[in-house]
């Protein structure tokens, strides 16, 4: 026994949220391209699943900027405003599985040394629904890194399309339950994922190799033609590293948390003039590092859900896959020698 | 035009002409088109030229990592030439430290958001009028099918392609024309891609960059946003050579070579200056002529 929603009904949830003041998130069209975007009314929405889209619902999470506090200067006197806390419900609607799989990646890193209200509270307040995919392109690898067309990780519920334009829900958490309770009918059709993509390389062989061969030329050679921009970090789902600045006036301001890449130059950049990283080779190394390394040791999870968006948004057809293709060609050739 | 190619790099490499050919290659998924470089005589077969060679690979001319590996030799297309005509006049890098291929061009094809090239031309190619690759030290291709090219697009040129598109925004109103761009910047998540692709955009720190203090907000607000977009459209008057990099890097698919169109087709109703044409050429910005209109004093 299966339980259906259809479009119509779907739709009327979502209206219902947004008439009640939650904030409905959704894949919307601007031009040709698909973005994730707070939307004012359900027919903005697309509601079918999709492979590509433009950003990720990691911003409905972690901004691409923040305000952590405000200040007003009065003669000697400063005063500080807390930023409120994010406070109204969430409904992320449309998630990949490769989307949603970020969340449970990043929640104990908001919640490590420091415990990030801004990360938690966004967290605490959402509900996130996947459409299970039913396509993926070549840049998909979500197989190579535990992933999957229709993983349910990070998800409240998850959405299967059917042909007649309904979906199947199958709610994974409670919230997810109290999303779609009363919204369903019992059916007995089910719906199903596509095939998952195939990969042929093996990140953990990789992950080993990147242990061992931290001064590699292959570092620099694999990175001549990235740019170091910030395109692949900024769409990927679970890169989170920020930058911290002051904006404003003398007398007036906010202090706000910007997304930040540790592929541009500046990224460490020290005030002497020098920088550890100097080159792009130590940069792309970093990124590899930290995915499939550095994380997994302090967190037990791949930085890297597999979804494809840096080298799809990449100007120089770089990114996470191709690079794990090229260091798979000399962990392969280390390991036959 | 493929073979040709790799047999000159191959004997550029040889001669020790130069220490390194930076080219097109099939480098990304599923053999999508990126930069590579070649060192080795034997590894030439890695270039290819075909239309979905977008990128402008004059941007890595002047990247640290790059200018490391010796004397470049660089393919460029007509478009892409200008911009290292215009690295030389603006000093820098110097005309004899690079070796110039230029391909015959008969346009290069959009990206679909996978990436996967569409069948359309790119608005620049529509209404290009030079198919052949100017200032350079070697052409390879066509010449004769070049010149055809142009000349089938030379009637048409300022009103197809990406001249359409501004004709339709010119005759918005003032108002309209903000909300189109108020829509474009608010998808900018300033990653600076098209800052890093763009061959002119050479600045060891960008105004964007500067901290101590910040000159402009680096948050990706909608202040921001148009506070970054429009500095570097500004950056650029005089200076894009309408190749585009920037547009096909950018992840919001915001059309910022429509944005660069605007200044430079100024620069040539007004000063007849169209930038990266001639070597040793002065630098619009740069110069002042006693010739030059000076109706916009009031
Ligand atoms: S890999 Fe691509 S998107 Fe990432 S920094 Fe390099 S050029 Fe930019
Ligand atoms: S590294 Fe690339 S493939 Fe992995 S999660 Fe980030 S954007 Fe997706
Ligand atoms: S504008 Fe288009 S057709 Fe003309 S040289 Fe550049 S890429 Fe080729
Ligand atoms: S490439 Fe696009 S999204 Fe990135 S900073 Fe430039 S305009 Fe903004």
Redesign the interface.
Known sequence: MSHIITLEQLKKTLADKISSGAQVVAPTL??????FQKIDDVNQAVLEPR??F??SIKEFFFP??ETIFSFVRQGSDVQLVDAPEFDVEQIVVGARPCDAASLPILDPLFAWDYQDRFFQSRRAKSTVVVFACKTS???CFCTAVGGAPDSTNGADAILFALDDGSFEVRCVTDKGKALFSGKTQESDKTGAACAPPSVDFDVEKIATWIRGNFASPVW?EI???C?????C???CPTCHCF?I???GSYSKGKR?K??D?CQ?V?FTLHASGHNPRA???ARQRQRMMHKFVIYPDKFNAKLCTGC?AC?????????V??ALEELAKVANQSENN | METELRNAIRKLLEEKTVDVAIGYGR????G??????VTNPDDVDRLVWNNECR?NLA??LT????KK?GKPAIVVKACDARAVVVLCNEAQIKREDVYVIGVVCDGIETAD???NKTGALMGKCLSCVEHAAKNVDLLIGDEAAAKALDEKNAPNAKSVGHYEKLAKLRAMSQKERFEYWR?QFS?C?????C???CPLCYCNRCVA?K?RP?RI?????LK?NFAWNILRAFHLAGRCVGCG?CA??C???IELDLLNLTLANAAEDQFGYVSGKELGELPLIGTYSPTDKEEFIR
């Not at chain 1, 080298?311 to 990114?319: A, H, L, N």
């Not at chain 2, 480098?27 to 599923?30: E, F, H, L």
């Open positions: 601007r031009g040709e391209l698909a973005f492979v590509r433009q950003n691409r900027h392109d070549a840049h620099e990175s001549y033609r740019v170091g921009c910030g395109a970090a900024f769409v930058d600045v002051d904006e706000v910007n997304w890449s541009t500046l080159t792009q080779g494809g080298s799809r948004s990449c100007g120089v057809s770089f990114g896959r191709p | 480098v990304g998924v599923n999508a088109v990126g930069a590579t470089f990128q941007t890595h990247r640290a990592e790059i590996l958001a996978a990436g829509e998808k998540i300033r990653c600076h891609a800052r890093q692709n960059d901290n910040t907000d680096t948050s990706s607000s921001g990099a096909a890097a992840p919001a698919g």
